[in-house]
């Protein structure tokens, strides 16, 4: 007898869910592009047509590079109910990420049988250097909340202004250029903007050789200097210079030559998004000779590398001292934050004392490097790398403070 109720209540489960052929509605919404590094927002839009209660299991066919198999997420809709969730996603290396199908697998209260729905096949997002990281830094160079996020407020000395035009006054804009005969005329807040006499070029440099192949928190140092790359070049560019970029590792390329003009950010952002490391010895005569034969004009040039030993640092620094020479060159390069853990942990063993002697000799030689460039007039960063973008900036505005170009 048991086995016939079985059996009935069966076939009444399988006919609840099989006799409709749109029971379940859902899909996919994806952002046109992924900014990498950061927590991108994917949403899954889910309707029960079905005229009960049913409980659901969507599991989602995420692209290789998450390296998750095990994602779903269960939910209960009443008859006719909607709902949309949200997950969130954090890619690590630029380039397309597939994303397979989106099943969901639904059952009654019965619970005997699961049905099985497939939609979205085969969606693919690029992944680029982050623009949520360019947006919010770019907020954060024209209002009054640099501290908040570690960058410093500096004043601006010795330099020269000219009149651009009077605007609408928006929040960040300094008081003292209120125009108050055009506000008195227009009823609201005006104020006179100006712009330097002069647009500068910046350049960002990134050094794509073996040495930035080191990960932190999954990116490596070369994405790091992708990331800041665009948000710096995006300030110089509200703040009137001109930006531009190029690497190099045996050889000078993703060339991007410092302009003004309004397609020059897209230009820079897709140049980034091909940008990857090698496995080869980075060449600083070819970037010496590089850079004198193609820009003439005294420029900013943020160098994006990395050296671990004062060894390291002397073969390279005639070329940086001829670079130098020309141009206002600031060496950007990182410490190692997983030798800083080491430092802080306590000493039990022999084996302790050993390995905290020779990171403390690594945090020591980063400094000799510091001192090493700064002897000959090289300003430099040595910034951990979750600090570079805040750290380059602070170094931008206080040498366009400073007039030092």
Do not use: C
Not at 298 to 305: G, I, Q, V
Not at 365 to 381: A, H, Y
Request: charged share 25%; net charge positive.
């Amino acid at each position: 007898m048991g086995f016939f109720i079985l059996l009935g209540l069966l076939f009444v489960d399988f006919l609840l869910l099989y006799r409709s052929k749109n029971g379940v509605e859902a899909s996919r919404v994806l952002p046109d592009k992924f900014s990498n590094g950061d927590e991108n927002t994917v949403e899954i839009k889910l309707r029960n047509n079905y005229g009960f209660k049913a409980h659901y299991k969507i599991i989602d066919e995420l692209p290789i590079q998450f390296q998750m198999r095990d994602f779903k997420i269960e939910k209960q809709l009443s008859a006719s109910e909607a709902t949309t969730m949200m997950y969130t996603a954090r890619p690590v290396e630029r380039g397309e990420f597939h994303f397979g199908s989106l099943n969901v697998f639904v059952k009654s209260g019965i619970g005997l049988v699961w049905r099985k729905y497939i939609f979205d096949h085969n969606a693919m997002v690029p992944n680029y250097p982050s623009f949520l990281q360019m947006r919010k830094y770019e907020l954060m160079a024209f209002t009054n909340k640099l501290k908040d996020y570690g960058m410093k407020k500096i004043r601006r000395i010795g330099h020269t202004m000219e009149f651009e035009q009077i605007k609408d006054y928006t929040l960040g804009d300094d008081v003292r250029n209120i125009n108050w005969k055009a506000t008195a005329k227009r009823n609201q807040l005006m104020i006179n903007q100006y712009q330097d006499e002069k647009s500068q070029p910046v350049y960002s440099v990134i050094d794509k050789g073996r040495v930035m192949k080191m990960p932190f928190e999954g990116l490596k140092l070369v994405d790091y200097a992708i990331n800041a790359t665009l948000v710096i070049s995006s300030i110089a560019l509200k703040k009137g210079d001109k930006a531009g970029m190029f690497s190099f590792s045996s050889k000078v390329d993703n060339q991007v030559m410092a302009q003004k003009r309004a397609s020059q950010m897209n230009l820079i952002l897709e140049t980034l998004y091909n940008l990857d490391t090698d496995f080869r010895e980075s060449d600083f005569s070819r970037l010496y000779i590089d850079v004198k034969r193609k820009i003439t004009q005294r420029s900013l040039l943020l160098l994006y590398t990395n050296f671990e030993t004062l060894d390291a640092l002397h073969r390279q620094l005639p070329y940086l001292q001829a670079i130098a020479k020309n141009h206002l060159l600031v060496v950007i390069f990182f410490e190692n934050t997983e030798l800083t853990g080491m430092l802080e942990e306590k000493v039990e063993d022999t084996q302790d004392i050993f390995t905290k002697t020779i990171a403390e000799k690594f945090a020591y030689e980063k400094k000799l490097i510091v001192n090493e460039l700064n002897k000959f007039g090289i300003q430099t960063i040595l910034t951990k790398p979750q600090e570079l973008t805040v750290n380059t900036i602070n170094k931008y505005l206080e040498i366009k403070a400073r007039g030092l170009l």
